[in-house]
């Protein structure tokens, strides 16, 4: 039981898992509210507002609540780890919210780390340009050591206006056959191109100090959560991946996938990496498909063969949750790797290549489940938790369309291990009026904390919302 929330001793029954929704309406700021639905025998708060961006959580050794922050998209050079603390069983509430780190370049998630033989504690943050590491010590309010740099990442491409270049990574640590590994997820970038660095749309995998580094996956385009499930098939890792941009609205499917375990170390790795499709393979129908869009040229920026051919059934729109982006519907998605910025030395080239694209599909590892096109997976956790309302289950927040008028995400899903279904469990994120879409909100990041009871991110609005048991 999570040491900071009280939760109902008496379990409700698995049954209920297929409930009636119910709509809750919550006020977060004068004259400000959203409503959301869900199972009816859950209750839903807000925990905490006015947090620029929030993205991730991860909680401590000591049993507090860490939140990522982005700040906006007009600068991603300000983000934030808080410290959600002083919590309110009455209110539901946190009373306090701390600034461990500022001025931080895309900090998406975090995850800690204990040395078994030393027991010193490390806070782990990925950034756009590199893998730093912290020490950490119960109850520290700020770092207490310098950073340590495991790793530097390619960190230059178009900014997100012109589609692809995928500012955020994302690291877990991990216990691997009886091993203690850390992995870091970085996407590509680009919407649709061939890469030249080992270290776009690939998963990397290392020793907690940043030693025997060995990449363990390619071909995921923009793997944002990534999470050790210790409870599912002796202790697995997963991943959210988000489908490319190019083939209109209703393709390509967007993925959840159980990574390959055997090839989570070096002396493990004896098999080749696995490719996960990106960026010729795509999934529809939740299977793997061959794209044959060409891929864009690498050659000048000013070069006219530089844009791939966009397909006559994409999506004309400019308009986007994030503003008006003029032309990106038409070409500027297409880009090649970095937005064809010239060829650099890759400085993670002891570690491989990029993989050459896949001319056929059949080796793709299958996916765990699918999404509606554009439904953008982000944040998941499981809940292994029996006789409850989320028995056996996953949830995954589906962060929603960036060009809101194709309708998909907004919403929570639930995935059962028995059938790999998606199912709505709390929606209301997005609404139609008269075929007119409204963004009320966008789900992130979860974080269990016990039987039925989580939190969840809106970096839309900048909440974090608690969900538990009626009383």
């Not at 029954?13 to 919550?26: E, K, M």
């Not at 994030?322 to 032309?327: F, L, R």
């Amino acid at each position: 039981m999570h040491r900071f929330f009280k939760l109902p001793a008496v379990l409700l029954s698995a049954s209920l898992a297929v409930a009636a929704q119910s709509p809750h309406t919550l006020t977060y700021a004068p004259g400000k509210s959203i409503t959301l639905s869900l199972p009816s025998e859950l209750d839903i708060n807000v925990a905490a507002s006015g947090l620029h961006r929030v993205r991730f959580f991860a909680q401590a050794p000591d049993g507090r609540v860490f939140a990522t922050g982005m700040y906006n998209l007009a600068d991603n050079t300000q983000g934030s780890i808080y410290i959600l603390d002083g919590w309110d069983d009455k209110t539901h509430t946190f009373t306090r919210i701390t600034h461990y780190l500022d001025h931080l370049r895309n900090p998406n998630n975090l995850a800690f780390y204990t040395d078994p033989a030393t027991k010193q504690s490390w806070l782990y943050v990925p950034l756009t340009d590199k893998l730093v590491r912290y020490k950490y010590n119960a109850g520290d309010n700020a770092p207490s050591s310098r950073p340590e740099t495991l790793v530097h990442f390619p960190d230059y491409g178009l900014s997100y206006k012109y589609g692809g270049w995928h500012l955020t990574r994302t690291v877990t640590a991990a216990t691997l056959h009886g091993k203690p590994r850390i992995f870091v997820s970085t996407g590509s970038s680009c919407n649709y191109c061939q890469e030249r660095e080992v270290l776009r749309a690939a998963v990397l995998s290392m020793n907690p100090d940043g030693s025997d580094q060995v990449v363990v996956a390619q071909g995921l385009r923009n793997a944002v959560d990534l999470r050790f499930i210790p409870d599912l098939d002796d202790g697995a890792l997963f991943a959210t991946d988000m489908g490319d941009d190019h083939l209109g609205d209703q393709l390509p499917e967007d993925t959840f996938f159980e990574l390959d375990s055997n090839n989570h170390s070096g002396p493990i790795a004896a098999k080749p990496t696995p490719n996960y499709g990106w960026p010729t393979c795509y999934f529809g129908n939740g299977k793997p498909v061959h794209d044959t869009t060409p891929l864009p040229s690498m050659t000048t920026v000013n070069d006219t063969k530089i844009v791939a051919p966009r397909p006559a059934a994409a999506a004309k729109s400019d308009s986007s949750v994030y503003g008006k982006q003029a032309g990106v519907a038409g070409a500027g998605t297409n880009l090649a790797a970095g937005g064809g910025n010239a060829s650099a030395v890759d400085p993670n080239a002891a570690l491989g290549h990029a993989p050459e694209p896949l001319s056929a599909c059949d080796q793709v590892p299958p996916a765990y489940t699918t999404f509606a096109a554009h439904s953008s997976p982000l944040g998941f956790a499981y809940f292994a938790d029996k006789s409850t309302v989320l028995h056996d289950s996953f949830l995954i927040a589906l962060h929603g369309a960036g060009h809101p008028h194709i309708g998909t995400g907004y919403r929570v899903v639930r995935v059962s291990p028995a059938d790999h279904k998606p199912k709505d469990f709390l929606t209301g994120f997005l609404t139609m009026d008269h075929g007119k879409p409204t963004v009320h909100g966008r789900p992130c990041g979860i974080l269990r904390l016990g039987p039925d009871t989580f939190l969840l991110t809106d970096d839309y609005l900048g909440l974090v919302y608690y969900i538990h048991p009626r009383s």
